[in-house]
């Protein structure tokens, strides 16, 4: 027994060679590769499926259309600033009256202008109307024939005389017919009775208008 394990642990301390060495490498390789190859065949052989979902991406293109509404106020430039001077008028004096006079028309030198007309009720009423004058233009033929028709006044002074209040009176001085209008009524008596139709009601106040021979229609 001795014997045999002296020469067990001398066979294994007795060194390996070299080729030993490569020739166990050698041999453990082509054992793998035969195993590999070996299993491989056995093997059998693996399918593969593979499931692709294809994604499609749809693009929507939405047209907005916006609508803008911009209020703005406009402001109209102001008016520019026109100064009217108000006109100078100048007054037109009163006539004195002093002497009795006699206003005695021709018509045949009258035109009918009716001048006379104007310068009367504007100075007298302030108004050009000539249905405030006191001298009156009548027509006649169609406007063939006019006559300038005023208070004489007459010799008998008719409209004195049938003014049942004492209304119409005759200033000796100035030779006009005055009216006293607190007493007139208005009646009309002395409208009938002028021979020359001289005397007319005012527009506004129906009162007799007289004249009080100021001789401004004889001037003109």
Do not use: Q
């Amino acid at each position: 027994m001795w014997c045999g394990s002296m020469s067990e642990e001398s066979e294994k301390e007795k060194p390996v060679s070299r080729r030993e060495v490569l020739k166990m490498i050698a041999t453990g390789a082509i054992g793998l590769v035969v195993g590999a190859v070996a299993g491989y065949a056995a093997k059998p052989a693996e399918v593969v499926t593979k499931t692709v979902t294809s994604a499609t991406t749809s693009t929507v293109t939405t047209e907005v259309t916006k609508t803008a509404t911009v209020t703005e106020t406009v402001t109209p430039p102001a008016p520019p600033v026109v100064t009217v001077e108000k006109p100078i008028v100048k007054e037109v004096p009163t006539p004195e009256l002093k002497v009795a006079k006699v206003i005695a028309p021709k018509p045949e030198l009258c035109a009918g202008c009716r001048l006379c007309e104007l310068v009367c009720a504007l100075t007298w009423e302030g108004k050009t109307d000539p249905a405030y004058s006191r001298i009156r233009i009548k027509e006649f033929f169609g406007g063939l024939i006019v006559v300038p028709t005023v208070c004489i006044p007459c010799a008998d002074k008719v409209c004195v005389k049938v003014c049942p209040t004492g209304a119409l009176s005759y200033d000796s001085k100035t030779g006009a017919i005055v009216l006293d209008e607190t007493k007139c009524t208005k009646c009309g008596a002395c409208f009938d009775a002028c021979p020359a139709g001289a005397l007319a009601p005012h527009p506004d106040t129906g009162l007799p208008m007289t004249c009080n021979k100021c001789s401004l229609c004889v001037n003109i």
